[in-house]
């Protein structure tokens, strides 16, 4: 199945300077998952060389990267400057994506739903599918008077922080209540490990409402609901709507690119969009598998937009990348030298 809970695609690669075989270790998000699994498929059968990453969450991807277990980390929720200076870590992003609302209703073709009513959903104050607040934004559909369950992440995931943190931003009660973060303290629902977890529960649970990366929707056929963005437009989720959401990002001027992207203003903005993130030491201890590493991102930059196109994520524009590529110069070995340059 595409959507292992494991990608092992091994990335064994050269060292510059001699043919020993280095093991390059990720662990992190399950947002990017779909596209760094395709990516390592790709460049093994391109170079021979492999990636093995494992996909548990935002949460686990920081603790890891921070106990030094891995070469690198991957988060959908940016890192503060301050936190990053103090861990010894470079932040970079690699593509950009949405969280879509998964539904699990029959008899219902099209539901649309605004910030507000989805945070009242999870918040538990809506409780059945026929409350006025979702049969007013969804006049000619059918709802029935059938129990909401909802479904969450059990585990620390980005996930969850992009989903709370657009909540938090349309909704004081949420804001207040609950906040956002990559775990919170969730007022209701079943919890689920994992996008792999969420939407499986969701396909399985009749009445039910969940939030995964939207090619895990699309991979397993699910129902997503349509938002009402800041502007006030009704908009489905695609690759185009979170590029409009996107394009209001300004990642030259951020600092260390702690950029979020929910909520952004445009008629065709995505409401719940986000970058995910790569994380590695500035000084690594492993300096062959830091580089072999940056030349494999390095290659998906340079070779994998069409794949991320094909799963509905938005490659990052090429100016970005060469400031990405600049950042990279900071990545040094015991010499001072940059572990990896073009």
């Known amino acids: 199945m595409f959507f292992r809970s494991i990608l092992s695609a091994a990335v064994i690669a050269a060292s510059v300077t001699c043919a020993i075989a280095v093991d390059i270790s990720g662990a992190g998000a399950t947002f990017p998952y779909p596209i760094y699994a395709k990516w390592a498929d ?17 949460g686990g991807g920081i603790k890891q990267i921070k106990a030094k277990t891995v070469t690198f980390g991957a988060s959908d929720m940016p890192l503060e400057p301050k936190d990053l200076t103090a861990s010894g870590l470079v932040q970079f992003p690699t593509v950009v994506g949405g969280d879509v609302p998964v539904i699990n209703i029959d008899g219902v073709g099209e539901m649309v739903l605004d910030g507000p009513t989805l945070a009242d959903i999870f918040l538990g104050k809506i409780t059945k599918w026929d409350d006025p607040a979702i049969a007013k934004l969804n006049p000619k559909a059918k709802l029935p008077s059938q129990a909401i369950v909802v479904v969450h992440r059990s585990d620390g995931s980005g996930t969850t922080f992009i989903f709370t943190d657009y909540l938090s931003k349309v909704s004081p009660d949420w804001k207040s209540k609950v906040g956002a973060s990559t775990a919170v303290e969730w007022p209701v629902g079943i919890g689920a490990k994992g996008n792999e977890g969420v939407a499986n529960n969701v396909k399985q649970t009749k009445g039910s409402i969940g939030y995964v990366e939207f090619a895990y929707a699309l991979e397993t056929k699910m129902m997503t609901t349509n938002m009402i963005n800041r502007d006030g437009k009704n908009v489905a989720p695609s690759a185009a709507a979170f590029q409009a959401a996107a394009a209001n990002a300004d990642w030259e001027k951020s ?88």
């Open 42 to 58: 790709m460049y093994k059968k391109e170079s021979g060389l492999n990636l093995n990453y494992q996909s548990i969450g935002s």
């Open 255 to 342: 600092e260390n690119y702690f950029v979020i992207l929910t909520d952004e203003p445009g008629p065709e903005s995505w409401p719940i969009a986000g970058a995910t993130f790569i994380l590695m030491y500035k000084e690594p201890k492993d300096v062959a598998a830091a580089a072999a590493a940056l030349k494999f991102f390095d290659w998906a930059y340079t070779n994998g937009g069409p794949a991320a196109e094909e799963l509905h994520y938005v490659p990052l524009p090429a100016v970005v990348v060469t400031q990405i590529e600049k950042t990279w110069t900071t990545i040094v070995g015991p010499d001072g030298k940059p572990v990896f340059t073009k």
